[in-house]
Every structure is written in structure tokens, then in C-alpha cells.
């Protein structure tokens, strides 16, 4: 939502202050020197990008229009379920927990968290580490080494997304330039037409460097800089998971152990100890 509410802004603001001027708004519709831009910066991003990058663009612009990746409701009840498996390795033990962890979605616990359980990455990083408890993991270090491994590996393959729309971010004015050029060599060519013609096609010319720097700073940059935080802000939430874990394996209770998840969210996303409580509670009924 904000997305779309800061780009009518942008548009406002710059075509509307462009018009208070006096400004011609017929000038500015070249779609020639928007093909130019766009699809030779499409082109460039195919060539400089692998597949596994270019395969998640449409699910990160998806992510810029939402605007958020967890909200504090999803945080909730990330840790009321760790509270409800780690209460049941303390009474029962590690090995009731083989069910649950092969067939997450046949689990009677994690069934009754949907936002979790409809997260196919978090589900599995959860259980699969879960499931090394069960095989008799113990070394707590080793865990935290390995956790903080996968998470690190998870943030580069997203930081690759982002750092990908970035560098298509900056080729725009560059490509804008590109555009430009092309338009004053037309020009050139067409210098023994009268002054008006000339000018129009000036203009045509200089829409292209103007297009180029307005779809770059005014667009895919905030675009690409919103994608970075929102993805960040997902690697806290295994960050939430890991911590959990580790109070666990280090023989903490329940409700110490998901006191330890909590602090480790952000402050914008993390819920009082009471409000966790009585999502607790409520779940328990």
C-alpha cells in the first residue's frame, strides 16, 4: 500500500509541478525512449543475473507491495507454538516429537498455527533442527554454528534480490543517457527541418534522460532498498526459531526458553511477556 501511495506522490509531484509550469504534458509521452530504457535495462538484468535470482523478482516486487514480511501477530504465534513443543519435550520427551517433526502438517501442535505452518522455509528449518534433538544432537555450540550458517547462507541468496534490483536501479540513468544520445543523433540527422520540428524532436530526446533518472530514484531504488529491510526483517524471524532452540537444548523451561526467543525480535514486531501470555493461554483453552 504505501508503494503504491509513495509513487503517486512521486508522480504527482514531479509531473504536476512540471504542468504548473506551463509544461506541455503531451511532450513527455515518448514510448519510444520508454521501450529504449526499460527493455534494454530488462536486458541487462537477464544477462547479469542467474536464474535462481531472476525466479523470485516477481514474489520480491510481490513482497514491495505488501510491505511487510511478518507482523507482530505472526511473531505471537511463532512463539506460542515453540512454547507448546518445548513443553512437550519436557514432559514427555525428545522422542514424542518424531510425528510431529516428519509430518508437520499432521502435527496436532503445528496445526494450530496456520501462518506458521503455511511457511513451507520456516517449517522446515524448524523441524529439521528439531529433528537432529531427536537423533540425539547435543553439542549446543555445533547447533548454534550450524543455525547461524543456514541463516547466513538464507540472507545472502535474499540479499542477492535485493543487490540485483539495485544495480537495475542505477543503470536507468545510464540507460536514460543511452536514450538521449539516440534522440540527438535523429536530430542530427533531421537538422535541415524547420525550428519547430527540431524542437520536438530536442524534447523527445531529453524525455529519455529524464525517464531514465525518474524511474531510477523515484522507483526501483526505494523499491529495491524497501525489498533489503523486508528481508532482513525475515532473518530475524529464524533468528527467533535459533534462539529458542538453544534455550531448549541448554535445559531452560518452556517459558524461559521463548523468553529468550522474544528478545531476540525487533522491538516494532516483539510483543509484551503478557501479551505473549495471554496468547498462550488462549491457546491452551
Not at 510481490?62 to 519435550?89: C, H, N, P, R, W
Not at 496468547?279 to 491452551?284: F, G, K, T
Request: contains cysteine; glycine residues 8%; proline residues 4%.
Amino acid at each position: 500500500m504505501m508503494l503504491i501511495i509513495g509513487a503517486i506522490i512521486v508522480l504527482a509531484c514531479v509531473i504536476g509541478a512540471y504542468a504548473a509550469h506551463g509544461g506541455h504534458l503531451a511532450v513527455l509521452w515518448q514510448p519510444l525512449e520508454f521501450v529504449i530504457i526499460a527493455g534494454s535495462a530488462i536486458g541487462a538484468f537477464l544477462i547479469g543475473n542467474p536464474k535462481a535470482v531472476l525466479s523470485q523478482v516477481g514474489g520480491a516486487f510481490g513482497l514491495a507491495f505488501k510491505g511487510t514480511m511478518y507482523s507482530k501477530e505472526d511473531y505471537v504465534e511463532l512463539l506460542t507454538m515453540q512454547f507448546f513443543v518445548f513443553k512437550l519435550i519436557k514432559t514427555k520427551g525428545m522422542l514424542e516429537l518424531e510425528s510431529h517433526v516428519e509430518n508437520p502438517h499432521e502435527s496436532t501442535i503445528f496445526s494450530k498455527f496456520p501462518s506458521f505452518l503455511h511457511n513451507h522455509h520456516a517449517v522446515t528449518f524448524f523441524c529439521d533442527y528439531l529433528r537432529m534433538l531427536t537423533m540425539g544432537s547435543e553439542n549446543v555450540h555445533q547447533m548454534d554454528d550450524l543455525m547461524t550458517e543456514e541463516i547466513e547462507v538464507h540472507h545472502h541468496e535474499r540479499a542477492a534480490i535485493a543487490t540485483a534490483l539495485q544495480t537495475m536501479g542505477d543503470s536507468f540513468p545510464a540507460l536514460g543517457i543511452v536514450a538521449a544520445v539516440l534522440g540527438v543523433i535523429h536530430t542530427m540527422g533531421s537538422i535541415n527541418q524547420p525550428p519547430e520540428v527540431l524542437g520536438h524532436l530536442i524534447g523527445a530526446a531529453l524525455v529519455g534522460t529524464f525517464l531514465g533518472i525518474l524511474l531510477s530514484y523515484g522507483f526501483v531504488s526505494p523499491i529495491s532498498n524497501i525489498v533489503r529491510q523486508l528481508y532482513e526483517n525475515e532473518g530475524k524471524y529464524y533468528q527467533c526459531m535459533k534462539a529458542g532452540i538453544l534455550a531448549c537444548m541448554n535445559g531452560y523451561p518452556p517459558a524461559i526458553a521463548i523468553e529468550f526467543a522474544r528478545k531476540s525480535i525487533e522491538s516494532d514486531f516483539r510483543p509484551t511477556f503478557y501479551e505473549l501470555e495471554a496468547a498462550i493461554e488462549a491457546a491452551s483453552s
